[in-house]
């Protein structure tokens, strides 16, 4: 049998650390904040937290329970496969997959009490055939497509669509949902707010779970009668703000739950002139200690970070130097004077007071934060702490 899991070296000195204290305090953080900025005896809307790419490469197998005890009452997937590891280890809540689903994966969803995404004709007839042979009704929430372009039935014919699937007695309708393009920017938003309003206040929603608000939409009002917030990147402690632009919304204070660490597995010395790593792109300008983690481009650090990167070593910067390789790299500790093999390296994460922010990386690579936590899954083992 064919194992399909990607590698771990778990007897590597590299790992990922996950913080579960900080995941919570940052979801009770959140919920303080979103009950602060509701109209007086509102109701608090449900927690969907998104939990999609194995956490955004945090590991929801182990977010999930601290999420759940945190008030998160469903959680939003990519696929059928990630909801069944979910439920396969004993995941309880309301898992729904936010992304399109192939009809040959119906009958596993329903079997799993999976809710899927539907959105067009092909969606109800798979329903039909399956309900028809089975008796089994598949839960399902709408995707309207409000101006992302991506999948999702047109907000201009999703009213038929509705009205139709609710006449269905072979499907199960739980929700009806849109993602929005751009919260920061105010005319694209208030598009797509006005296409979905259209939409919901032409249907009856008794009963069903309305939602569009995603990490930062849970921080300003959509003027829709939403009743549950989707919760994504925020939930790791990391910004959906767009580096340099200002759009007004004031996020609150939160903790990053990810770190990158590596023990130091070489030290020596080189001497002016002479190179480090492939190709010599760093070239010693006095005498240097060199130091050598296992950590590599093969465990999600862009070898375009080779030069650029910053690290702690017993609480005192220092700078990686020479190209990453695919599983190792380098750094110059000349002014670490006590290092030895097997202290370690802070790459991300906090040592001793400094901070090292995956937000300073994605600034160098022109990416978001988001892409680049789910980098550092590929190899590295996960170690929580609280």
């Given at each position: 049998m064919i194992n399909r899991s990607l590698p771990v070296n778990k007897l590597r000195d590299a790992w990922v650390e996950i913080n579960l204290g900080n995941l919570e305090y940052n979801i009770n953080t959140i919920k303080e904040k979103i009950k602060a900025s509701l109209p007086k005896n509102s109701e608090m809307p449900k927690l969907m937290a998104v939990i999609k790419a194995d956490g955004y490469g945090h590991g929801s197998l182990m977010c999930a329970p601290i999420l759940t005890a945190c008030g998160c009452s469903a959680f939003g997937v990519a696929s059928v496969d990630e909801g069944l590891e979910l439920r396969q280890n004993k995941v309880k809540e309301e898992i729904l997959v936010l992304g399109c689903v192939p009809i040959w994966a119906f009958e596993t969803a329903a079997k799993n009490d999976i809710t899927?995404?539907?959105?067009n004709e092909e969606h109800l007839e798979a329903a039909r055939i399956l309900y028809d042979r089975t008796k089994m009704k598949l839960k399902v929430h709408i995707k309207i497509d409000t101006g992302m372009n991506r999948i999702g039935i047109s907000h201009r014919c999703a009213i038929d669509f509705i009205k139709k699937v609710q006449e269905a007695d072979y499907i199960d309708l739980q929700g009806i949902f849109t993602h929005f393009a751009d919260v920061e920017d105010p005319k694209i938003l208030n598009l797509q707010k006005e296409n979905f309003k259209k939409v919901v206040n032409s249907v009856d929603t008794e009963n069903l779970t309305i939602h569009c608000q995603n990490s930062l939409g849970a921080f300003i009002d959509p003027e829709i009668n939403c009743n549950m917030i989707r919760l994504?990147?925020?939930l790791y402690g990391l910004s959906p703000l767009t580096e340099g632009k200002n759009c007004g919304i004031c996020l609150p204070t939160l903790k990053p739950?990810?770190?990158?660490?590596?023990r130091i597995t070489n030290i020596h010395t080189i001497q002016k002139g002479e190179g480090v790593s492939y190709g010599y792109a760093y070239i010693a300008d006095k005498t240097t200690r060199v130091a050598t983690i296992p950590i590599g481009y093969a465990d999600g650090v862009s070898r375009n970070l080779s030069n650029k990167l910053e690290a702690s070593l017993n609480g005192k910067k220092i700078k990686q130097i020479?190209?990453?390789t695919m599983d190792q790299m380098m750094f110059d500790i000349t002014e670490v004077d006590e290092a030895k093999v097997g202290d370690i390296i802070t790459l991300l994460g906090d040592d001793e007071g400094s901070y090292y922010s995956i937000n300073t990386w994605a600034k160098i690579l022109n990416t978001i934060?988001?892409?680049?936590t789910c980098r550092l899954k590929v190899r590295l083992p996960r170690i929580y702490v609280r």
């Open positions: 899927v995404s539907i959105f994504g990147i925020i739950v990810m770190g990158l660490k590596g020479g190209r990453v934060n988001y892409e680049l």
